[in-house]
């Protein structure tokens, strides 16, 4: 039987530093992998629309709160891109028509943003485009299933955050992990 790309990494591993747990590494490794298919897959999608997954991420956010327009901040905390990004992002989805911003009435220093007609409409054809994505990956799962993997994967990321606020904290504080 053929070995995967993650079982030969493990493999490789295990001969290099073979003190590092290999079951550990191929779940972490598994995990890196599916995340670079989620995102080409998902990636090949918004290149129809001409938007980036960051752009994916604007327009769903303002679809989901429409008709309430959000400020870039409330975006940046919804989508997990830099402030910089998210001015960026927005920025080229309102010359592409898909969005419109202007200045918050009640804090001048904020900028508030909403969908267009046209931003309306892509925001769900990509939406529609996505879950029939997602049911076509994953329809052969039934609900138990589903709802296993969820809990799983819902215990996997809580399980990474801390280790990975830990070490941003340190990396902010300019100082080196323990």
Do not use: W
Request: with cysteine; glycine share 6%.
């Amino acid at each position: 039987m053929t070995r995967d790309r993650v079982e030969r990494l493990v493999e490789d591993l295990g001969r290099l530093h073979p003190d590092i747990d290999s079951a550990n590494k191929e779940v972490a490794a598994r995990l890196l992998r599916l995340s670079d298919v989620v995102e080409r897959y998902y990636g090949a999608i918004c290149d129809r629309f001409e938007v980036s997954l960051s752009g994916m991420g604007v327009l769903t956010a303002l679809a989901r709160s429409a008709p309430r327009e959000l400020t870039l901040a409330e975006l940046n905390r919804d989508i997990l891109v830099t402030s910089g990004g998210i001015t960026f992002v927005a920025a080229r989805l309102e010359r592409q028509g898909l969005l419109t911003k202007r200045s918050n009435p009640a804090d001048g220093r904020a900028v508030l943003v909403q969908l267009t007609p046209k931003g309306r409409q892509v925001a769900d054809e990509l939406i529609e485009q996505i879950a029939r994505a997602d049911t076509a990956a994953l329809g052969a799962f039934d609900s138990k299933e589903l709802s296993t993997i969820s809990a799983v994967l819902t215990s996997l990321e809580a399980r990474y955050e801390t280790p990975v606020s830990d070490l941003q904290d340190a990396t902010s504080a300019g100082s080196s992990p323990a």
